[in-house]
């Protein structure tokens, strides 16, 4: 306990702290809709696609934002376009392009011989959350969170039936696009801290868990947030701790989390 | 009498089949029709195109923005995490209207009694019977007080107490000037039903009227 307060006297502490907690309950909100929706991997896919924008914005040696946002951003159009055109093979489309991009970033690395920056892109590091990164992180879950607030009734019918929501008149693809926009964002800023590898699975980690104790949609999305803060907490100061990348540590919290609440779930019935 | 729906000619096709060819027809103000016809014959694809689910190939179609529709089958997940009455309270939703008023819970409310779901309102769907779950999706078409009410086989599943009460439902909306369609392919569903105009497609084109 005494470490974890001395912990926060670390500017760098603080910030990873604050940043990841605000990502991390980002993250899950939308992972909600995701997980419902059945579009799971596309956060897989935009994080590979993030590790080579990354990877290619050292080899040129650019702001990371100025490729890292627009490339995943296009990639998330392309995916649910993908996914909603061709449902099922959307899957294969996105294992294959977020393979080739994670091959390319790869190579990009090598060849630039940058390659010793790839570990952090991969693993993300808590060192690596700037002053810029903390602001761009409560910007961006202000714009998260509000937009939550005030679309929740379409998004909660959109998701629930977008049949229904399109007989109501309702433009579903300009909501869709919201969805994919703001998960781009999440990505691109959450990747820094728990690797490219492993931001997919704090999108879509807490939403599992919430769904087997939630009972109701509003519960599920508060559910999900809570779970994912509680998992990023513990992640956080295991990683200290034990000296461990947090990504790694936080997904095994949510994974452990998760268990939990099967057991839970399986007991109570 | 105001016209709440006119197609022309429609014809609605997956790939390059025609599922629906060449159907014309209107429904005013306070006026039921019902379309039945053989499994197959293109009702629910007739149904869909009139919802603004499916493109119209050719033909037009001219309805009023306020409509309401019970598919044949929901799409959605059975084990969906939602309540029934976070359900209903959707069909109050319009386009450029995010937020949902006082008015629109006691008009859900009201859906729910009508179709005796109120006890039902805080129950998860997926613990809900099939006639349960399909009046869950009446009351979420009748509660945001539509001036056309499209059913795809909105009898499907219904007991017979419900079945009464739903035509007593759809009288008093007509009463109040909505149009109502009803997809059925079993003419017993609407036998002793006087005020109906029956419409049967066969092949995706208008075999009769009875
Ligand atoms: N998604 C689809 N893709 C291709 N063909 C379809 C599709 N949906 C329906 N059809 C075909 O279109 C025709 C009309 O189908 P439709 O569902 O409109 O029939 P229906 O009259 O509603 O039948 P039912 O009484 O069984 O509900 C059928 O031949 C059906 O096989
Ligand atoms: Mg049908």
């Known amino acids: 306990m005494s470490e974890v307060i001395e912990l926060l006297s670390y500017p760098f502490a603080y910030r990873a702290l604050i940043a990841g907690s605000l990502i991390s309950v980002c993250a899950s909100v939308l992972g909600v809709i995701l997980v419902l929706k059945h579009y799971s991997l596309i956060g897989h896919g935009l994080s590979e696609i993030g590790f080579a924008s990354l990877s290619l914005s050292s080899a040129l040696s650019v702001q990371p934002m100025y490729i890292a946002a627009p490339s995943v951003i296009t990639a998330s159009f392309v995916i649910m376009y993908v996914s909603r055109k061709y449902r099922t093979s959307g899957d294969t489309a996105i294992a294959i392009a977020s393979s080739a991009a994670l091959a390319l970033g790869i190579v990009i690395s090598s060849v630039s011989g940058t390659a010793s920056n790839m570990s952090s892109y991969l693993f993300g590091s808590v060192l690596a959350v700037s002053e810029a990164d903390l602001v761009v992180a409560v910007i961006l879950s202000v714009i998260v969170i509000a937009s939550f607030i005030l679309l929740y009734n379409r998004l909660f019918l959109i998701t629930y039936s977008e049949d229904y929501a399109r007989s109501l008149g309702i433009n579903t693809a300009m909501y869709q696009l919201i969805v994919s926009i703001l998960t781009a964002l999440v990505v691109v800023a959450g990747m820094r801290i728990t690797g490219t590898l492993l931001i997919s699975g704090v999108i879509i980690l807490p939403a599992v868990s919430a769904k087997i104790v939630a009972r109701g949609f509003r519960s599920l999305v508060i559910i999900s947030g809570i779970v994912s803060f509680v998992a990023f907490i513990l992640g956080l100061i295991m990683s200290f701790v034990i000296n461990i990348p947090a990504g790694a540590v936080v997904i095994l919290s949510n994974v452990a989390i998760l268990i939990l609440m099967k057991i839970f779930a399986g007991a109570k019935s | ?210």
């Open chain 2, 1 to 210: 009498m105001t016209e709440r729906l006119r197609i022309k000619d429609a014809v609605i096709k997956y790939g390059d089949n025609p599922a629906v060819n060449g159907v014309s027809l209107t429904a005013g103000a306070g006026e039921m029709i019902f379309i039945t016809g053989a499994n197959g014959s293109g009702k629910s694809t007739l149904t869909k195109g009139i919802a603004g689910l499916l493109p119209l190939s050719s033909g037009t179609l001219v309805r009023t923005p306020r409509m309401s529709y019970v598919p044949q089958y929901e799409e959605a997940d059975r084990d969906f995490p939602a309540r029934a009455g976070e359900i209903v309270l959707t069909g109050t939703q319009r386009p450029g209207k995010l937020f949902h008023t006082r008015n629109d819970r006691n008009q859900a409310e009201s859906a729910m009694n009508a179709l005796g779901i109120y006890d039902l309102a805080d129950r998860e769907i997926r613990t809900l019977s099939g006639g349960q779950l399909r009046r869950v999706f009446l009351a979420r078409a009748i509660c945001g007080k539509p001036e056309l009410l499209l059913l795809d086989e909105p009898c499907a599943g219904l007991d017979a107490h419900s079945h009464e009460v739903l035509f007593s439902i759809l009288r008093g909306m007509m009463s109040e000037g909505c149009a109502v369609v009803m997809v059925t392919h079993d003419i017993s569903d609407i036998d002793g039903i006087p005020e109906g105009r029956v419409i049967r497609i066969s092949g995706g084109r208008i075999a009769g009227y009875e």
